[in-house]
């Protein structure tokens, strides 16, 4: 049985930085990801990591200031977030899955989810 751990939200000033943790434990596909969903919104995945290769994908909402990256040694996949805007409010959602390149950011393609961490951005 899969599980998964998310840790590190938090509260933080626009501009700010933070990082969120997801520990995996029963893991047996081959990506994982990182999803969130602020208020009245749809679930949006915004960063996907191949386990296997490395290979990483950050969604153009968040670009050039997330990245995704994989311990493999500590089962655990951390989210890096920089330069927050209010807009980044939302509750951030670990995920782990199987599926092709062309899907990696459709929340059915992952088949366990953790129980999520709240980050928002405020002043």
């Known amino acids: 049985q899969v599980q998964l751990v998310e840790s590190g939200g938090g509260s933080v000033q626009p501009g700010g930085s933070l990082r969120v943790s997801c520990v995996a434990s029963g893991y047996s596909g081959n990506r994982m990801g990182w999803f969130r969903q602020a208020p009245g919104k749809e679930r949006e995945g915004i960063a996907v990591?191949?386990?296997?290769?490395?290979?990483?994908s950050i969604a153009d909402s968040v670009k050039g200031r997330f990245a995704i990256s994989l311990d493999k040694a500590k089962n655990t996949v951390y989210l890096q977030m920089n330069s927050l805007k209010p807009e980044d409010t939302a509750m951030y959602y670990c995920a782990a899955g199987d599926g092709p390149y062309i899907e990696r950011f459709h929340a059915a393609t992952y088949n366990a989810w953790g129980q999520g961490t709240q980050v928002t951005v405020s002043s």
């Open positions: 990591i191949y386990t296997a290769s490395d290979i990483t």
